[in-house]
């Protein structure tokens, strides 16, 4: 009764391509994934009634796009944990480094949705004590943002139980999460130690009039942004591509090796253009 | 001797203000700190603490609303109602009872759908501070599921490891 029952509930998500377990762990980030969602419905409202702006673009946008990528941060762990054995998944390391996480998500979320609604910058603000330990803690926190997506990432590689069946699914979420968390602190670690995340003639570009659409990314100067998001993102791409693979029983090993090297290339390759000062086009 | 002095038994609106904030604060610390798992700490913010904070509301609206030039009917109306300290001291109390009754209702779902309590205090923290955002945040949330998902995880699905 209980086994049909919780294959039952397991079949729920075959919807989303995988089905997912229903520890607590996975729980955990399932629904801080959800958590982030929902927090984009709540920060639309404020999007479009304010008409504040912050270095050229609405003061709430910050949130929202760091909302979104958190959701799919932890959605991507939720789904990608599920190549372990439930027993390491719910083991000690991944729990303190899941919990520490989502603390993390929390604090930052939070903390940028409070200096948006003040109107005043999160990232790179000195300007107070207050402000300028705060920001010390959001570089702790990312860095635990992507600390668990390294460890995930390692541990897959030594533990998985798809190693055999679906290589595709095992080379993109390894080398996809571990060159990804290690890329994203490098640009972020960067841009933190410049207090910037623009290289060069910042002065006559301090409202980012000429911007990449949507993104907000700079076309006059070197924009570090650029790298973040691709080698972030690697995190999702690689698994994905790797998934696709398996599916289509193509050569799962070979297509993903060579899309890891040119998706890596081309994000070290933004990562140098920016820090030569140079807009991407 | 003012209207303001003699009201609810020598008690002002200011002092009614501070026991009623008071009173919501312990039913908001109990749900976003003490364990769930005793019946009593679940009964306080769900019903106790909103059933007696609603009996303030009684007693201060309904003895206002009647005299007062104002009324619910446009913003004009709606400031002179709340120009007298007892009906502001109602509408506060009917804020403080209604987003406990919602945030403990938020509570007892969020365990039935397994919301880690990590992540169900800032759901509750909004709720506290900006009620109906916190509402929403969960009512989104919760959305996602499918409602044989929501079912299913009433009778325990998820396993504890």
Redo the contacts between chains.
Sequence with gaps: MLKS??S??SN?YAAVLFTM????IT??MW??S??M???V??LMPAYYFDTRLLEGSSVWAKPIKFSLSFAMHFFTLALLAQQLE??LR?GFLLKLFS?LA??SM?FEI?YMSIQSGRGRRSHYNLETTYEMLMYILMGVGGTLLVTISFILGVMIWKHSKSKGSNQGLFFGSVIGLVSGSVLTLVAAGYMSSTMSHLVGDTVNNVNNVNSVPLMGWSRSVGDMRISHFLSTHLMQILPLIGWLCDHYRLPAKRVVLISSFILISISLWTLITALLGKPLY | MQLSDIYATGISPDQWFMYASQLAMLGWLILIFLPRKIKLLSVIPQYVIPFALSLLYAGSALTTYFTSEGGYDSLMGLRTLFESDQFLLAGWVHYLAFDLFIGAWIARNADR????R??QA??LIMTFMFGP?GL???L??RM?L?P??KE??N?K?????
């Design positions: 029952m919780t039952f509930i729920q377990d229903q520890d607590h729980r955990l629904m801080s959800l958590f969602m929902a927090f419905v709540i439930i027993k719910t919990y989502v603390g929390l939070i | 759908l397994s919301i880690s990590l992540l800032p759901i955002v929403v945040l969960f989104a949330m996602v499918s044989s998902t299913s995880e009778q699905g998820v396993t504890h490891a």
